[in-house]
């Protein structure tokens, strides 16, 4: 099936008076003021170090009274105390309630800007410029705001709906090849249990020259998810597919803090799909998929490590976690594991 282009695109999630579009379109940065209210009111720009100064400066130039704050690249800002210092930072512009937030950069930036809003003076507009494949395929849509405590990912956080969500695929340009494998991963997790076609995508020989039509149907599917399940009481649970044990591989391996050569998000959470994918045919085909991107297909990390803080993770209740698991392509199941066949899941039997 031939999908249309999509270089300018709009989704709209449907959450009733929290409801807000996400506009997929080459350059639409430079068209934020079009989107969103940016007269008569601060916008505060949070950007990291490794994002191009440019993006943040390309907001910014858009909106009256405007000031860019830019807080150290990596999974280590999104802690207590960088947040605790962009709120002084916040405050020290003199903003209010009608004020706004934009985040400008990656799922740290997103997922750190999105709490600041959430909490600052109990909630402000929040508007989300997603600048890597993984931020556009997954975190930039669904309210899901969060910051680590330690090892332990999103911990601390709040569901907080966006105003808008522009997703600009120039930002795209300026990105590594891993960076973008590295997105790729969590997209090609929604094709698994959600959309054979976008899986059917990932098969081609080249599947980076589809990254529009894999970020859209990405944010397609998660869209439908989110519309039927805000705050993950039921099915939005199968979005974490690959994250319990992903989580784990990530505390341990994973690039994070002072920690600057392991594994990406996207290569953990691609590490974790593969133990709950059940269909023989579909895991190899799946492997396959892996080799041809780069995907890393064995952790190399020490299991006893990776099982401890499985043990620790959210979704786990007393002695018992929940884990998704794949028994066919676009498919999913919730189990309820005991913590004792965890071991068996890392082939620690």
């Given at each position: 099936m031939k999908i249309k282009d999509v270089r300018s695109m709009k989704l709209t999630m449907q959450l009733k008076s929290r409801s807000y579009d996400i506009i997929l379109k080459a350059g639409c940065l430079a068209?934020?003021?079009?989107?969103?209210?940016v007269a008569n009111r601060k916008v505060f720009v949070l950007t990291d170090s490794g994002v191009p100064a440019e993006y943040a400066q390309t907001v910014a130039a858009q909106c009256p009274d405007s000031t860019v704050y830019t807080i150290p690249r990596g999974e280590g800002s999104k802690c207590l105390k960088v947040y605790g210092q962009v709120l002084q930072a916040m405050l020290a512009f003199?903003?209010?309630?009608?004020?706004?937030?934009?985040?400008v950069g990656g799922g740290v930036v997103g997922d750190l800007g999105g709490f600041c809003s959430a909490s600052y003076m109990r909630g402000i507009d929040f508007v989300n410029c997603?600048?890597?494949?993984?931020?556009?395929?997954?975190?930039?849509?669904?309210?899901?705001?969060?910051?680590?405590?330690?090892?332990?990912k999103n911990?601390?956080?709040?569901?907080?709906?966006?105003?808008?969500?522009?997703?600009?695929?120039?930002?795209?340009?300026?990105?590594?090849?891993?960076?973008?494998?590295?997105?790729?991963?969590?997209?090609?997790?929604?094709g698994i249990i959600g959309d054979p076609q976008l899986f059917a995508l990932f098969e081609c020989e080249h599947p980076e020259d589809n990254i529009e039509q894999i970020v859209y149907r990405s944010l397609k599917f998660k869209k439908k998810i989110v519309?039927?399940?805000?705050?993950?009481?039921?099915?939005?649970?199968?979005?974490?597919?690959?994250?319990?044990?992903?989580?784990?591989?990530?505390a341990v391996r994973g690039v994070r803090g002072r920690r600057t050569t392991g594994l990406y998000h996207g290569e953990?959470?691609?590490?974790?799909?593969?133990?709950?994918?059940?269909?023989?045919?579909?895991?190899k085909r799946t492997r396959a998929i892996y080799r041809a991107?780069?995907?890393?297909?064995?952790?190399?990390a020490n299991k006893e490590k990776v099982l401890a803080y499985m043990q620790h993770d959210k979704k786990a209740r007393g002695d018992h976690i929940t884990v998704i698991k794949c028994p066919g392509l676009g498919c999913w199941r919730a189990d309820s594991l005991p913590m004792t066949e965890l071991p068996a899941l890392l082939g620690m039997e």
């Open positions: 068209n934020l003021h079009q989107f969103t209210n003199g903003m209010d309630r009608k004020d706004l937030l934009v985040s997603p600048t890597t494949v993984l931020s556009q395929v997954d975190s930039s849509i669904g309210g899901k705001t969060a910051i680590d405590l330690g090892e332990t911990i601390v956080g709040a569901f907080w709906q966006p105003k808008v969500v522009l997703v600009d695929f120039d930002t795209l340009k300026t990105l590594p090849r891993r960076q973008v494998v590295n997105g790729l991963a969590e997209a090609l997790k929604t519309e039927q399940d805000e705050r993950e009481g039921s099915i939005r649970a199968c979005l974490n597919f690959g994250h319990t044990i992903g989580h784990g591989i990530e953990c959470v691609a590490l974790g799909m593969l133990p709950m994918i059940e269909d023989t045919a579909l895991l991107l780069g995907l890393p297909t064995r952790a190399g």
